[in-house]
């Protein structure tokens, strides 16, 4: 890595960002999530946190910056639920496949309350942030198997939310594996094109 001013830089696209620039941001976004315990739907507390316009410009950058940080967690979920690609043979198939998206969704949901409810609650502003809330729909509905990957990205993401939205409203299962009929209710409600 290049060295500036006897610092490592990480770079970014055009920019770089020294790992001082990498901790205040990080610093930043947990101090919006602490705040957010409070009233996750309320309004993002970005000119209210120290240094947030320094690192991050604009709120929308630190919404993208928070949802970037939603897409590591739920993968990481995912990955523990369904494996990687070295682990193809393994990979559940059908009902086994929803249930396991659904449990890596509810588990992200659940262990990152405030994040979600941050991102939820302020979607709608930003067509950047519509657009990453989308192709998350389309990863889930395509990984959960209700959704081909040759399939429109409008109609896979679709089937995704359709698919969030029946995750969301449906109990947290921590007892042993029992048929989900989340699977079943996307067939009949969101029909491929």
């Known amino acids: ?8 830089r990480i770079t970014e696209g055009e920019h770089a960002m020294s790992w001082n620039d990498f901790y205040q941001r990080r610093d930043v976004m947990a101090a919006v999530l602490r705040q957010a315990r409070r009233d996750p739907g309320g309004a993002l507390p970005f000119s209210g946190i ?34 990687g690609p070295e682990d193809v043979a393994d990979v559940p198939s059908g009902r086994d496949q929803v249930d396991a998206v659904s449990r890596a969704w509810q588990r992200a949901t659940r262990e990152h309350r405030e994040l979600r409810a941050v991102l939820d609650a302020h979607v709608d ?26 399939e429109s990205a409008q109609e896979a993401a679709r089937i995704g939310a359709a698919f969030v939205s029946l995750v969301e409203n449906s109990p947290v299962r921590t007892g042993p594996r029992r048929r989900n009929p989340v699977g079943q209710l996307l067939k009949m409600l969101a029909p491929s094109a």
């Open 125 to 150: 502003r930003y067509s950047s942030l519509r657009k990453a809330q989308d192709t998350e729909h389309r990863v889930l509905a395509v990984t959960a198997g209700l959704a081909e990957p040759y």
């Open 50 to 83: 120290p240094g947030a316009v320094e690192a991050f410009g604009t709120e929308e950058n630190l919404l993208l910056a928070l949802h970037y940080k939603w897409t590591q967690l739920l993968t990481g979920y995912l990955r523990t639920e369904i494996g």
């Open 1 to 8: 890595m290049p060295q500036t001013d006897g610092m490592t």
